[in-house]
């Protein structure tokens, strides 16, 4: 049977060991190759100090950056030499930056995402060391409503109270958690809830939020929620709604609307963990009880009855069936 486990190769680029004079023209190749066509410079007297970590998925691609402070130039010369037509969405998690495209200056902070489009020129400027996380999304799978959005490009988005928070958080945390255990079988789904969450800032920002956005806005946030506290054996349809900030009754019509409870999400989000490791060949040795407690059932045989029921076949039989 085909492990549809395997992990996503990532592409790992870091100027440390290269030689000062050599790192300017090292990192744009890294970058040309992997991100888009830049050129990067630094005052600093230690030369480039930059490092990143890139994942390509189908129609999305994510990066990891950190490095001291330095300047990025994508010049009408490169937009031309080598083209790339994506939207690109930056969440500043550490540092501060100045991002200049078209007219426009933007001031970002830790926090900020800053939306921009790699059609067109544009320098972006790092004052202190600094990290962000990187999102590359092709315009050809951006929804026609966008459209519109793309000409008001470049965009910071602040981190404000309320549903564009929400949204950043989620976003953050999902990317991250993500990029720590890629999983082909869950890549087309974590490219669609990305590309979704991004199209949901930027339309909260240029548009204002309405009470369909902010409804999605808030079902997005109670699911990231439920998939990163899967594991408590506290967690409970109340314990989400609290967390989102809405009445129970409020989420629920929410969830309801997408065709299943709170609970449902809950337990088959477990299920669906659990079935994963139960079939992973690197977690051999992890007894069946302890993949059950891990994910949130308080007994082995609610465990197995509930695998039966979705999958058919016992724990033990499932995972005997992965190693044909």
């Known amino acids: 049977m085909t492990n549809d ?6 592409t790992r680029g870091s100027t ?15 970058c040309a190759a992997t991100l888009v066509g830049l050129r990067c410079s630094s005052l600093s007297s230690r030369g480039l100090e930059v490092e990143k970590i890139s994942l390509a998925l189908p ?44 007219d426009r200056c933007l001031l970002a902070q ?21 990290r962000q996380l990187l999102i590359d999304i092709p315009i050809t799978t951006l929804d026609d409503r966008l459209d519109a959005e793309l000409a008001a490009l470049p965009l910071r988005i602040a981190s404000k109270p309320g549903a564009g928070a929400m949204l950043g958080v989620t976003l953050r945390a999902s990317i991250e958690r993500f990029m720590q255990d890629p999983v082909k079988r869950d890549a087309a789904r974590f490219s669609e809830h990305t590309r979704t969450l991004v199209a949901e800032l930027i ?35 109340q314990a989400v709604a609290d967390a989102v900030g809405l009445s129970l009754r409020h989420l629920g019509r929410l969830f309801a609307a997408e065709g299943e409870s709170i609970t449902q999400r809950i337990w088959s989000e477990r299920l669906s963990h659990a079935h994963r490791e139960l079939t992973d060949a690197r977690l051999r040795k992890a007894s069946v009880g302890e993949i059950a407690f891990r994910w949130g059932f308080s007994s082995q045989a609610h465990f197995s009855r509930a695998i039966r029921e979705r999958y058919g076949a016992s724990p033990v039989a499932l995972r005997d069936a992965s190693r044909v």
């Not at 440390?16 to 890294?30: F, K, N």
């Not at 994508?74 to 031309?80: D, E, F, I, Q, Y």
């Not at 204002?208 to 956005?213: C, F, I, K, L």
């Open 5 to 10: 486990l395997t992990v996503f190769s990532r």
């Open 16 to 30: 440390a060991g290269v030689p000062a004079r050599d790192r300017m023209a090292y990192w744009d190749a890294i």
């Open 59 to 102: 129609d999305l691609g994510i990066a990891d950056i950190s490095g001291q402070d330095h300047l990025i130039e994508r010049s009408p010369a490169l937009v031309r030499q080598l083209p790339k037509e994506s939207l690109f969405a930056c969440q500043i998690l550490s540092g501060s930056a100045y991002f200049i495209q078209r």
């Open 110 to 130: 830790t926090g900020d995402v800053v939306v921009y489009d790699t059609r067109v020129p544009y320098l972006y400027g790092f004052l202190t060391p600094m």
């Open 203 to 237: 339309d909260a920002e240029v548009n204002g939020a309405n009470a369909s956005r902010a409804s999605l806005s808030y079902l997005l946030t109670a699911k990231q929620y439920i998939a990163t506290h899967l594991g408590d054996p506290e967690l409970a349809p």
